[in-house]
């Protein structure tokens, strides 16, 4: 009898969090790859692992154990790239070679979009591949690469032509040991280690035509714009996982009280609301049902009310260390791409002048 996929991912926690966690703490990834995490999420002999709903499970379940957002993250960001633009995106050929390593642990890939001073705004990115007969040679710089202090491929996207006065783009791997790439690791906030971050500059670089994932489509609007959502949905369930850590973590430490039981029993029911509708949002990435922004917009403001909460009434958040580096580690994620999330907010807003017309 086949396991279904939050059996299937129980399982490969449950082997995770059987390591000794110092062994888990001293070296997280290598933890990861002895209890088979890596292949959450990706096609491969266990079909009940091929999905985001796998990856968020896992994600969630880290979060929860150790309350750790660098290190669950850390491990969704690997998960998802392998994921959405390999297993989404590359021929057979790259397929069979990438995935096959990643899933084992051999193989670390990190994406590469956003650049010094330009975001990842398409008009003001710079990073160019020039075709050189059965090659393209890249030259450009990179920031911001998530996880990209251990990866051991570049996916980066690059400008492959002009038509029009518009940019059009591809996707290469590009190996870590190319020459004329040199990676500078970014100095990483504590709080969110073990996850890293690092620039790129791509001196001339030679790749082969088979390096282009994607083919001849135009990556930024197939790939670099619908990966946004795609981590924004699948984050909501390390924001779950890591709530359902900090009300334990806090509960452990305050003295019982019917009041205390009254303020912690309505945040448990708000971050139970938080968890259904973040495996909703999350299942609409694998059944190809339309997004709905409405939800991200309101996991995010539930949660921050239930960290403002938690910080104005309970002074263990104030004087426990571990509870303040995790609550740190929410500021800092809380804080990435504001403007589009605000955009996003915006649009929904004036959706409900719209409807009053109607």
């Known amino acids: 009898m086949s396991q279904t996929t939050s059996e299937a991912v129980a399982d490969l ?15 997280p990834f290598g933890a990861m790859r002895r209890a088979g995490l890596f292949r959450i999420g990706l096609p491969g002999d266990d079909a009940s692992l091929d999905s985001f709903s796998a990856i968020a499970l896992a994600e969630q379940a880290i979060a929860a154990t150790t309350g750790e957002l660098g290190l669950a993250t850390a491990f969704a960001g690997r998960q998802l790239i392998a994921r959405f633009f ?5 021929d057979d050929a790259q397929r069979s070679d990438l995935l096959t390593r990643i899933a084992a642990g051999d193989c670390w890939a990190a994406v590469a979009i956003s650049e010094p001073g330009a975001g990842a705004h398409p008009k003001h990115l710079q990073t160019a591949a020039a075709p050189q007969g059965e090659s393209f040679v890249i030259s450009g710089r990179k920031a911001w690469i998530t996880n990209g202090p251990v990866a051991d491929i570049f996916l980066v996207l690059a400008i492959v032509a002009i038509e029009d006065g518009r940019k059009r783009y591809g996707l290469f791997a590009v190996p870590r040991e190319t020459p004329g790439l040199t990676m500078t690791p970014m100095p990483s906030l504590d709080v969110l280690a073990p996850a890293s971050h690092c620039e790129l500059a791509l001196d001339q670089c030679v790749v082969l035509a088979s390096a282009r994932i994607g083919g001849e489509r135009d990556a930024y609007p197939a790939m670099a714009l619908p990966f946004r959502d795609v981590e924004d949905t699948v984050g909501t369930a390390t924001t779950a996982g890591f709530l359902t850590w900090l009300l334990r973590a806090i509960a452990a430490q305050v003295e019982p009280s019917e009041d205390h039981a009254v303020r912690l029993g309505r945040l448990a029911g708000q971050v139970a609301l938080i968890e259904t509708t973040s495996r909703a949002a999350v299942l609409s990435l694998d059944d190809g049902t339309p997004p709905v922004p409405a939800r991200l917009i309101g996991i995010r403001a539930l949660a921050a009310g239930i960290v403002d909460e938690i910080r104005a009434h309970f002074a263990v958040a104030r004087t426990d260390d571990r509870v303040g580096r995790a609550l740190a580690a929410y500021d800092v994620l809380a804080n990435v791409a504001r403007e589009p999330r605000k955009q996003r907010q915006i649009t929904l807003g004036q959706s409900l002048w719209s409807e009053r017309h109607e």
């Open 13 to 27: 926690i449950q082997r995770w969090r059987a390591i000794d966690p110092a062994d888990r703490l001293g070296d």
């Open 86 to 90: 390999i297993a989404g995106f590359a």
